[in-house]
């Protein structure tokens, strides 16, 4: 795989990610940037990767700590896919909590990506706050 270094997220990398959630359509996350901001503050692990300085992707998860590791979002830049750098932000995010489970939920994208690599299709329902 090519040079790319995975570090935590720093407060400056937002405008980064919310150009990625931008470029792929991901709104709420662009609309709602304080909150979006306010969530990848308070997310463990917060992951961002990097090419030569370049944020190419990231990863922003929740987790206990012993049981589930849960992934909210996982993007990777357009141009850097197929190179390894989503697989590179997961592994990196698990070893940080090695006794945990990895849940996440997959677009009918990424739903092929997920079970191509050994992930199980697990049921889920989603509500906006709004819907609530």
Same mark, same amino acid.
């Given at each position: 795989?090519?040079?790319?270094?995975?570090?935590?997220?720093?407060?400056?990398?937002?405008?980064?990610?919310?150009?990625?959630?931008?470029?792929?359509?991901?709104?709420?996350?662009?609309?709602?940037?304080?909150?979006?901001?306010?969530?990848?503050?308070?997310? *463990?692990?917060?992951?961002?990767?990097? #090419? &030569? !300085?370049?944020?190419?992707?990231?990863?922003?998860?929740?987790?206990? /700590?012993?049981?589930?590791?849960?992934?909210?979002?996982?993007?990777?830049?357009?141009?850097?896919?197929?190179?390894?750098?989503?697989?590179?932000?997961?592994?990196?995010?698990?070893?940080?909590?090695?006794?945990?489970?990895? *849940?996440?939920?997959?677009?009918?994208? #990424? &739903? !092929?990506?997920?079970?191509?690599?050994?992930?199980?299709?697990?049921? /889920?329902?989603?509500?906006?706050?709004?819907?609530?």
């Amino acid at each position: 795989m090519e040079d790319i270094q995975i570090r935590s997220f720093l407060e400056h990398d937002i405008y980064a990610v919310q150009q990625l959630n931008k470029k792929e359509g991901w709104n709420t996350l662009v609309q709602q940037e304080e909150e979006t901001l306010c969530a990848w503050l308070n997310s *463990e692990p917060a992951l961002i990767a990097l #090419s &030569e !300085g370049e944020v190419v992707g990231y990863l922003r998860g929740l987790t206990d /700590g012993t049981v589930t590791l849960y992934i909210c979002e996982l993007l990777v830049k357009e141009n850097y896919r197929s190179r390894g750098v989503a697989e590179h932000l997961i592994r990196t995010a698990h070893e940080c909590f090695p006794s945990t489970r990895v *849940e996440m939920l997959a677009s009918s994208d #990424s &739903e !092929g990506y997920y079970a191509d690599r050994g992930y199980r299709a697990f049921h /889920g329902f989603r509500k906006s706050a709004e819907e609530i």
